[in-house]
T-cell receptor, first 115, second 114 residues
Framework: GAVVSQHPSRVICKSGTSVKIECRSL??????MFWYRQFPKQSLMLMAT?????????EQGVEKDKFLINHASLTLSTLTVTSAHPEDSSFYIC???????????FGPGTRLTVT | QKEVEQNSGPLSVPEGAIASLNCTYS??????FFWYRQYSGKSPELIMS??SNGDKEDGRFTAQLNKASQYVSLLIRDSQPSDSATYLC??????????????WGAGTKLIIKP
């Protein structure tokens, strides 16, 4: 159980375009989903926390107008990187928790390359 | 500022030996503690969770928690080359807006030598 999928696994886009990443909990209802970014050889950096049906809570320094998060259902959250630039190239990973559990289960991640 | 500290390593352990990974945390209010394994280029995978003082065993893995010392550890018995990865310690915390989140250590890189 506790499977989280993420799509796409890799994406290459041109500077100035937008990219949408989907995160789905496949076998449980995710009351909260999290979006992380990880640069090479660095630790996870939490970008935002989203609860189903509510606006996402962004961490300090993360531009909410650039990283749009939608958590429209208990099994789906999306992250849209708008007007992407090369410095946005990174490994984006979602995670989800369900019910009263504090455990987070991670999706496989999306490697974004902006050219 | 709430922090979780781990030795970055690399920690090199011979195959078949016990690997011992350590983590300290600053928030005395933390109640839940997790160990994740992350292979290079992959996302983290939950391997152990522990909520009360003492030891918790799952196969070759044992998590140990000492809340008084604000210390949590992970022991891996009979280490295998496939255990070579970065191990992340994570601790629950509550943000200023009462949102739950995990505070992450930077991870310890473990290398198991055949």
């Amino acid at each position: 159980g506790a499977v989280v999928s993420q799509h796409p696994s890799r994406v290459i886009c041109k500077s100035g375009t937008s990219v949408k990443i989907e995160c789905r909990s496949l076998d449980f209802q995710a009351t909260t989903m999290f979006w992380y970014r990880q640069f090479p050889k660095q630790s996870l950096m939490l970008m935002a926390t989203s609860n189903e049906g509510s606006k996402a809570t962004y961490e300090q320094g993360v531009e909410k107008d650039k990283f749009l998060i939608n958590h429209a259902s208990l099994t789906l959250s999306t992250l849209t990187v708008t007007s992407a630039h090369p410095e946005d190239s990174s490994f984006y990973i979602c995670s989800a928790r369900g019910g009263q559990s504090y455990e987070q289960y991670f999706g496989p991640g999306t490697r974004l390359t902006v050219t | 500022q709430k922090e979780v500290e781990q030795n970055s390593g690399p920690l090199s352990v011979p195959e078949g030996a016990i690997a011992s990974l350590n983590c300290t945390y600053s928030d005395r209010g933390s109640q839940s503690f997790f160990w994740y394994r992350q292979y290079s280029g992959k996302s983290p995978e939950l391997i152990m969770s522990i909520y009360s003082n003492g030891d918790k065993e799952d196969g070759r893995f044992t998590a140990q928690l000492n809340k008084a010392s604000q210390y949590v550890s992970l022991l891996i018995r009979d280490s295998q080359p496939s255990d070579s990865a970065t191990y992340l310690c994570a601790v629950t915390s509550w943000g200023t807006d009462s949102n739950y989140q995990l505070i992450w250590g930077a991870g310890t890189k473990l290398i198991i030598k055949p």
